[in-house]
T-cell receptor, first 115, second 114 residues
Framework: DAGVIQSPRHEVTEMGQEVTLRCKPI?????LFWYRQTMMRGLELLIY????????DSGMPEDRFSAKMPNASFSTLKIQPSEPRDSAVYFC?????????????FGPGTRLTVT | AQSVAQPEDQVNVAEGNPLTVKCTYS??????LFWYVQYPNRGLQFLLK??????LVKGSYGFEAEFNKSQTSFHLKKPSALVSDSALYFC????????????FGKGTRLSVIA
């Protein structure tokens, strides 16, 4: 398996623009997680899905952030409008309940810079 | 509520010396415990986990961790550090029962000096 795939790997955009981050989880995994990592705040869980359904979005910082999972093999995290404080590395991770331990597998991340 | 504490932001160790990265946790019931490593510009990679059984867990790259229930700790150890072990290490926990996701610590940066 190719592992969790994220695109783009790097994104530079101007303040006010819409940003869409994409994630393809490992085939067969039924949980998908979006994280944000910054030096100041560390690793933060933004939202997670189970079987394509959002379970907990309490970590989403504000209404400018939204996430969708239209099917088992694709998810997006959208920021509209983007702000400089959104600059961070965004990780997607997936896991499989059948393992019984919920071990998560992480993608390589998208480094977002908002100028 | 579940929580993880990594009391050290930074650990420095000389190459060849043993290393320890500390982790304590809080969870209702039995825990599942994990260690992940993050190299520069990479995602988090799984190192090892404790689910049940032997309190000493062995993982990738010569790392091991000891589960101590009375002290609610899960410290990461390696007998002889390598420069290539320099990275950011995360401890994570979840309750064995229920469907809650992993809760990660803030991470400890390990620097191994040649």
């Amino acid at each position: 398996d190719a592992g969790v795939i994220q695109s783009p790997r790097h994104e530079v955009t101007e303040m006010g623009q819409e940003v869409t981050l994409r994630c393809k989880p490992i085939s067969g995994h039924d949980y998908l997680f979006w994280y944000r990592q910054t030096m100041m705040r560390g690793l933060e869980l933004l939202i997670y899905f189970n079987n394509n359904v959002p379970i907990d979005d309490s970590g989403m910082p504000e209404d400018r952030f939204s996430a969708k999972m239209p099917n088992a093999s694709f998810s997006t995290l959208k920021i509209q409008p983007s702000e400089p404080r959104d600059s961070a590395v965004y990780f997607c991770a997936s896991s499989f309940r059948g393992q019984g331990t919920y071990e998560q597998y992480f993608g390589p991340g998208t480094r977002l810079t908002v100028t | 509520a579940q929580s993880v504490a990594q009391p050290e932001d930074q650990v420095n160790v000389a190459e060849g010396n043993p290393l320890t990265v500390k982790c304590t946790y809080s969870v209702s019931g039995n825990p599942y415990l994990f260690w992940y490593v993050q190299y520069p510009n990479r995602g988090l990679q799984f190192l090892l986990k404790y689910i049940t059984g032997d309190n000493l867990v062995k993982g990738s790259y010569g790392f091991e961790a000891e589960f101590n229930k009375s002290q609610t700790s899960f410290h990461l150890k390696k007998p002889s550090a390598l420069v290539s072990d320099s990275a950011l290490y995360f401890c994570a926990v979840r309750a064995a029962s229920g469907n809650t996701p992993l809760v990660f610590g803030k991470g400890t940066r390990l620097s191994v000096i040649a």
